[in-house]
């Protein structure tokens, strides 16, 4: 999850067209929407608390689609858990296990994720290079308030 004053902080620039949102000049992953759908659910791989009103890496681990499956760079969405509970959009590490997922609690009350817990899908994203952020820039117009 990106707040206002993050973004503004860092000079980000979101561009619908493209799906293009750019931190500090330098280009950064955007989810692909090419190629077959595949189901790689994201699980909880302990107990957590997230006490209230806060944010918390959770560690999960990532189902595999075979033994073959390739280690390729995946997030998983922002969504909502359960009211007040929420998954913030989150590139997840290279492997299939340990991997730290966001969650934020907006309630006054802790939170408990159990073992197994699905915290979402991993899905496909593309990491784009500086000469693909140059033309994306070039198709957009910036409006500024």
């Known amino acids: 999850m990106f707040g206002i004053d993050w973004l503004k902080e860092h000079g980000c620039i979101w561009h ?11 280009p950064v992953i955007t989810p692909s929407r090419c190629g077959r759908i595949k189901c790689r659910r994201v699980l909880a791989q302990e107990s957590q608390d997230i006490p209230p009103r806060s944010q918390k890496n959770i560690v999960a681990r990532i189902t595999l689609l075979s033994v073959h499956d390739s280690t390729k760079d995946v997030i998983v969405e922002t969504h909502q858990l359960k009211p007040g509970l929420y998954v913030g959009r989150t590139l997840l590490a290279p492997q299939h296990r340990d991997v730290k997922v966001r969650v934020a609690d907006t309630t006054s009350k802790p939170q408990l994720i159990s073992v197994g817990s699905c915290l979402g899908q991993a899905v496909p994203v593309t990491t784009m290079t500086a000469s693909e952020m140059d033309t994306a820039s070039s198709d957009t117009t910036s409006v500024e308030r």
């Open 16 to 26: 619908f067209k493209t799906g293009n949102l750019p931190i500090d000049g330098h």
